[in-house]
């Protein structure tokens, strides 16, 4: 077992600590947020995404290790509790599982608390990425202006199979904004959240 997955377990137990000791009544305590449960709730969901782009950003020889590692950690806590054995489910759908659960917390978080803007744009991330998530060979030709098929995409709240991932994602980045900001300002914001490869430690919960 690699330090990383020994990491993420403690940083995982802690969340889940929080959460049951009803930290939401503890103000400032989860990252200096008063957003409390929220904030934790928020963690927990951002790190799971961390563990799956972290893999699919991975070495080619290394990936499908990194892949399982992830999983191991990820489908340890879900926000809906699935019952599917894992041994009857492909990785790839595996994969397609949580990332939908993921997504459906992250936007479970704006609906607890509407200024809680950062699972929008962790949110509007892992929409970015889920052509690569999806298939990790085609999906890196195109990135985030990939399409990902009605069957995969209705899994995933914001995501629209008739256009690509990034328009779904700036249209999730859109609810963020008043809607007469101008089309270049809309346009600036795609720019911020265009999809590319990032370093390992560029990426924060």
């Known amino acids: 077992m690699r330090q990383f997955e020994l990491h993420m377990k403690e940083a995982f137990l802690c969340y889940i600590t929080a959460l049951e000791e009803k ?13 409390g449960s929220t904030e934790v709730f928020y963690r927990l969901h951002a790190s799971r995404l961390k563990c799956l782009l972290m893999a699919a950003d ?38 397609w599982n949580v990332l939908a659960d993921i997504v459906s917390a992250l ?16 949110h509007a991330q892992a929409l970015m990425w889920a052509p ?11 990135g985030s202006k990939s399409t990902i098929p009605a069957t995969k995409s209705y899994h ?6 008739a256009t690509n991932a990034a328009a779904s994602a700036l249209a999730v980045m859109g609810t963020l904004f008043e809607k007469k900001r101008s089309a270049q300002e809309y346009c600036d914001l ?12 560029s990426f924060n919960v």
Request: one cysteine or more.
């Open 23 to 35: 930290s939401d009544t503890e103000h400032g305590e989860a990252g200096g947020s008063s957003h």
């Open 58 to 95: 991975s070495n080619e020889n290394e990936k499908s290790l990194a892949e399982e590692e992830a999983l191991r950690l990820a489908e340890m806590h879900w926000f809906v509790p699935r019952n599917m054995p894992k041994s009857s489910t492909s990785v790839r759908d595996r994969v």
């Open 107 to 122: 936007a479970k978080c704006r609906l607890d608390q509407s200024f809680f803007h950062r699972s929008v744009y962790r």
């Open 132 to 142: 690569v998530l999806c298939d990790p060979v085609t999906g890196r030709k195109e």
């Open 156 to 161: 995933l709240r914001g995501l629209n199979h």
């Open 190 to 201: 795609a720019k911020l959240i265009m999809w590319q490869r990032f370093s390992h430690t």
